[in-house]
């Protein structure tokens, strides 16, 4: 075969894989655009959704009995009570502002060579 035709075949085939990878990846898996999506759609299903809630809340009944038990009114009260303290500043990420300090070292000594 000649060395031409090979290189040809070979590019054609290359092309025809890649269209068909871009048909079948590509343009088959397009997502629609934000203005294709129409908002009443989607608001119309999520306040049919919260209805649907709201009607499963109506019809759940609570036995209040727990509260007459007594195992709950043997329930002992375990709070401790939290004393208020001073706060801290106002700001607490805000650099600390640097407090003067006085140095007690003495001034360094000029050292001559005579």
Same mark, same amino acid.
């Given at each position: ?49 919260? $209805? ?5 809340? %109506? ?7 727990? +509260?007459?038990? *007594?195992?709950?009114? #043997?329930?002992?009260?375990?709070? $401790? ?5 001073? %706060? ?7 650099? +600390?502002?640097? *407090?003067?300090?006085? #140095? ?11």
């Amino acid at each position: 075969m000649n060395h031409n035709l090979k290189t040809i075949l070979i590019l054609v085939a290359i092309l025809a894989i890649a269209g068909l990878g871009y048909k079948f990846l590509i343009v088959n898996n397009r997502i629609p655009s934000i203005a294709a999506v129409s908002t009443t759609d989607v608001t119309d299903q999520t306040a049919r959704e919260v $209805v649907t809630m709201l009607e499963k809340l %109506r019809t759940l009944k609570l036995d209040k009995s727990i +509260f007459t038990n *007594e195992m709950f009114l #043997s329930l002992e009260d375990f709070n $401790v009570q939290v004393i208020d303290e001073e %706060r801290g500043r106002q700001n607490p990420f805000m650099p +600390f502002e640097p *407090e003067p300090t006085i #140095s007690k070292s003495k001034p360094p000594s000029v050292l001559r060579r005579e």
